[in-house]
C-alpha cells in the first residue's frame, strides 16, 4: 500500500486547511487510517484516527473540536479537515494506515506511511 498525503501549505492563524491522503487500493476502507504531526525538533505526535471496524474516530486533545477525519472509501482517500488553526499546529503531517485490531493511537499500530505535508501556520 503506498500513501500520498497532500494539501499542506502557508494558513494565516484562524483559517482553515484540509489534507488529503490517497492510498493506491480500492480496499482502503479496510484500514484504520491515522494521522500524525511533527514539529520542529519535537517528536512525532498522533493528531488523529479512524478505526476501519465502525469509522469510529479518535482526536488529540489538543486538537479536539478543531480538526476532523472523515473518509470517502470510494475514492481511497480519508481527510485531514482542519479549522482554526493555530501557530503551534504548524508541523509536518503524516497520514498512515494499518490493521490493528484495538490500537490506533500510536504509531506501531500502523503498517504504512505516507512522506508528509508541511503545514505552516502564520500568526
Known amino acids: 500500500v503506498q500513501l500520498q498525503a497532500s494539501g499542506g501549505g502557508l494558513v494565516q492563524a484562524g483559517g482553515p486547511l484540509r489534507l488529503s491522503c490517497v492510498a493506491s487500493?480500492?480496499?482502503?476502507?479496510?484500514?484504520?487510517v491515522g494521522w500524525f504531526r511533527q514539529a520542529p525538533g519535537k517528536a512525532r505526535e498522533f493528531v488523529a484516527a479512524?478505526?476501519?471496524?465502525?469509522?469510529?474516530?479518535y482526536y488529540a486533545d489538543s486538537v479536539k473540536g478543531r480538526l476532523s477525519i472523515p473518509r470517502d472509501n470510494a475514492e481511497s482517500t480519508v481527510y485531514l479537515q482542519m479549522n482554526s488553526l493555530k501557530p503551534e499546529d504548524t508541523a509536518v503531517y503524516y497520514c498512515?494506515?494499518?490493521?490493528?485490531?484495538?490500537?490506533?493511537?500510536?504509531?506501531?499500530?500502523?503498517?504504512?506511511w505516507g512522506q508528509g505535508t508541511l503545514v505552516t501556520v502564520s500568526s
Open positions: 498512515a494506515a494499518g490493521f490493528a485490531v484495538s490500537g490506533v493511537l500510536t504509531e506501531t499500530d500502523y503498517n504504512y
Open positions: 487500493v480500492r480496499t482502503f476502507g479496510l484500514y484504520n
Open positions: 479512524i478505526r476501519r471496524s465502525d469509522d469510529r474516530t
